[in-house]
């Protein structure tokens, strides 16, 4: 039996409303190559769940036909955990946290780093 906070849940999904945006979406654990495809859960889905051991780096997020323009993410059922995703994405995104701008002046600021050395340091939720 594991621990509670052995793990962690990730949502990965598509703000764009086409299905085909997040079948498959593949996640790649970068300290041991392991791959995850994840479909989501019928055909009109347009996001995907999965279980995943947190405070790990998964490398690029791949979409089946690139970067949907629309994208969330959510780690869930990990409170104090992390996970470092790499999405290829032409314009700085804007990146939310219930909401709230992760690079603006509000309850959730701070959240835009400088730097992935500069993210790695941080103690909340944010990205680069």
């Known amino acids: 039996m594991c621990e509670p906070t052995a793990y962690a849940s990730l949502a990965v ?4 409303g086409d299905p085909a945006d997040i079948k498959p979406v593949r996640l790649t654990r970068v ?7 994840l479909w989501g859960s019928g055909d009109d889905s347009t996001s995907a769940y ?4 947190p405070n790990r ?5 791949e979409y089946a036909g690139g970067s949907p323009q629309r ?3 959510v780690l869930f059922n990990g409170s104090g955990k992390w996970a470092l995703l790499s999405v290829p ?22 959240g835009a780093a400088t730097s992935l050395a500069d993210l790695r340091a941080k103690d909340r939720s944010s990205f680069w």
Not at 31 to 37: H, I, N, P, R
Not at 57 to 61: E, F, K, P, Q, T
Not at 94 to 109: E, I
Request: aromatic share 12%.
């Open 13 to 16: 999904a598509t703000g764009d």
């Open 89 to 110: 994405y032409p314009v700085r995104p804007k990146v939310t946290k219930w909401g709230c701008d992760l690079a603006g002046t509000s309850w959730c600021r701070g």
């Open 57 to 61: 780096d998964y490398g690029v997020v």
């Open 31 to 37: 300290e041991d190559g392991k791959v995850q495809t």
């Open 50 to 53: 999965s279980t995943i051991l």
């Open 71 to 73: 994208l969330r993410f």
